[in-house]
């Protein structure tokens, strides 16, 4: 199977009236396993398509990829296959790999495999503390509507996660699909780090469902200083955000939302400077 959909024969039931059996469409959930060195590395659930990224992003969120200079190439082997090759003279990324570290994922766990607090906390190399990002409540409110626009597959079978990076006037730069959240914000980091536009200094991060604690991470890592979710936030989620300078928006929906930290960024009136 290959694609973002697939269609399904479905018995629909009404609440009244006559059952029909009609072709409906689903998003995609296949396995990808990333390797390295030859090696592999991890199995995650995702939904094909930007897999390069989404394998770049993995690295570079999870601390094993320092950079794409370290890289000589990413390429699919097959569909469900991504091999990494590292260059010539750099330190295997398989030696940066925890010995108690498990990388099998499933689409619905970001830090699946990690058995201690201490082995999920990954340090980034950027100080998203000190960007001297503003952004507008209207800004941020617009956000959600502008990322369901651009979300096709969701439109036609409801069943994916997004992440959207926003500019400083709040247009969109990239989205990404996926039935893993993590995957999602994962195809964004990637492409970020292959267009090299690391760190992400005053652009907001979207993600469409709640705002956990990888999440947190993922932003942390690619150097963007606000996350905002339509969703709640976890209290790791916040208690990580205010470790790392990082303003987490919830229940962005409407014309309200929840400023849980960084409150200094989110100011009435203000904007992100270009």
């Not at 995650?44 to 200079?69: Q, S, V």
């Not at 992400?200 to 709640?210: D, K, N, P, Q």
């Not at 932003?219 to 209290?235: H, T």
Request: proline content about 5%; aromatic content about 4%; hydrophobic content about 45%.
């Amino acid at each position: 199977m290959s694609g973002s959909t697939a269609r399904r024969r479905i018995l629909k039931v009404p609440r009244d009236g006559v059952p029909e059996y009609r072709a409906d469409l689903l998003a995609v959930e296949e396995p990808l396993e990333i390797r390295v060195e030859d090696k592999p590395l991890t199995v995650t659930m995702r939904t094909p398509g930007d897999d390069i990224d989404l394998a770049a992003g993995f690295l570079f969120t999870e601390g094993l990829l320092r950079g794409l200079d370290e890289v000589q190439q990413i390429r699919m082997c097959d569909e469900n296959v991504a091999a990494v090759e590292v260059r010539p003279g750099t330190e295997p990324l398989a030696a940066r790999v925890a010995a108690n570290r498990n990388f099998l994922t499933t689409s619905a766990c970001g830090v699946c495999g990690k058995d201690s607090i201490a082995s999920v906390r990954v340090r980034s190399a950027f100080d998203v503390a000190a960007d001297p990002a503003r952004v507008s409540p209207a800004v941020l409110a617009g956000l959600p509507d502008r990322l369901r626009e651009a979300q096709r597959v969701f439109s036609r079978t409801g069943g994916l996660h997004a992440a959207g990076l926003f500019g400083p006037d709040g247009s969109l730069a990239v989205m990404r699909e996926d039935v893993g959240r993590h995957n999602a914000v994962d195809k964004v980091a990637g492409w970020a780090l292959r267009q090299d536009l690391l760190p992400l200094a005053g652009h907001v991060l979207l993600v469409s469902g709640r705002a956990s604690f990888e999440l947190v991470q993922k932003a942390l890592m690619i150097g963007v200083p606000v996350l905002a979710a339509v969703s709640a936030p976890s209290s790791l989620a916040a208690e990580l955000a205010a470790e790392g300078g990082l303003t987490l928006v919830g229940f962005l929906r409407g014309t309200s939302m929840n400023v849980y930290t960084g409150m200094h960024r989110v100011e009435a009136g203000a904007s992100v400077p270009g």
